[in-house]
């Protein structure tokens, strides 16, 4: 058996997993894992990943979690263009630097933004408080601050001249409230100059291919009670 992705694109890291292995010509079994059926919490995907989430990867008997993980075991077989990974020290930890700061960052803020913005009222039926839906806002304003000043700065891309796997976390993340309605790029012209960038950089048929799922998550019909029951424990997370 050769390598299987366990993905669901409706998730920010399985499409920088996805649109990474798609971009390096990198063959692969696309297994879907159906997040909001609750299909990572099955009995049968914790065979390939205990931890019940995704994107998972299995290469043979091999098995790995954690899309940076993923990102870089991939990056290192298939031998993918020095500039996703830089060899040179210093370019390898820019993108080291990013990919540890975005998981409690960034990530947080967008994922926040699109379960209560949209998710949660338009898929579980769940209230969220005004109050807490500006916080989450508010947060993602300053994330959007801190990767523009501190990373992007005047470059082409996150970590210097050319594109690498910083910016493909980046921009997979950042579409996530902006399928929410989220304006993420107005009134941000250097941000909105790099999304080009990286779609270009990408190739847009790729990068939309990798967000229809996402970018259609407004017209989910309501979850039943059932799919609710079991994604309960999410209500909970994203409302704290």
């Not at 979690?65 to 993918?80: D, G, H, N, P, T």
């Not at 990974?85 to 947080?108: G, K």
């Not at 949660?120 to 304003?141: H, I, K, N, S, Y």
């Not at 080009?196 to 939309?208: H, I, P, S, T, Y």
Request: charge should be neutral; charged fraction near 25%.
């Amino acid at each position: 058996m050769g390598l299987e992705l366990y993905l669901d694109l409706l998730s920010q890291p399985c499409r920088a997993v996805y649109i990474f292995a798609k971009k390096n010509g990198i063959p692969f079994e696309l297994r879907t894992v159906d997040l909001m059926k609750g299909q990572h919490l099955s009995d049968a995907f914790a065979q390939v990943n205990p931890l019940r989430k995704v994107p998972a990867l299995k290469d043979g008997d091999f098995t790995l979690a954690e899309s940076v993980a993923i990102l870089l075991y991939l990056s290192r077989k298939y031998k993918a263009p020095d500039h996703w990974y830089p060899q040179d020290l210093q370019a390898r930890a820019r993108v080291d630097e990013y990919l540890s700061w975005q998981h409690t960052a960034l990530r947080v803020s967008c994922t926040r933004a699109l379960w209560q913005k949209m998710m949660l009222p338009g898929f579980l039926g769940e209230v969220v408080p005004p109050e807490t839906l500006a916080a989450t806002l508010a947060q993602l304003d300053r994330c959007l601050q801190l990767l523009e000043d501190k990373f992007l700065r005047d470059q082409a891309f996150l970590t210097g001249p050319h594109i690498s796997m910083a910016d493909l976390v980046a921009i997979t993340e950042l579409m996530h409230p902006v399928s929410a309605g989220c304006r993420v790029f107005e009134g941000r012209p250097k941000l909105a100059a790099w999304r080009q960038r990286v779609e270009a950089a990408v190739g847009e048929d790729l990068f939309q291919e990798a967000h229809a799922l996402v970018l259609k998550a407004k017209d989910m019909p309501p979850a039943d009670p059932a799919v609710k029951e079991k994604l309960r424990p999410l209500v909970r997370v994203f409302l704290q």
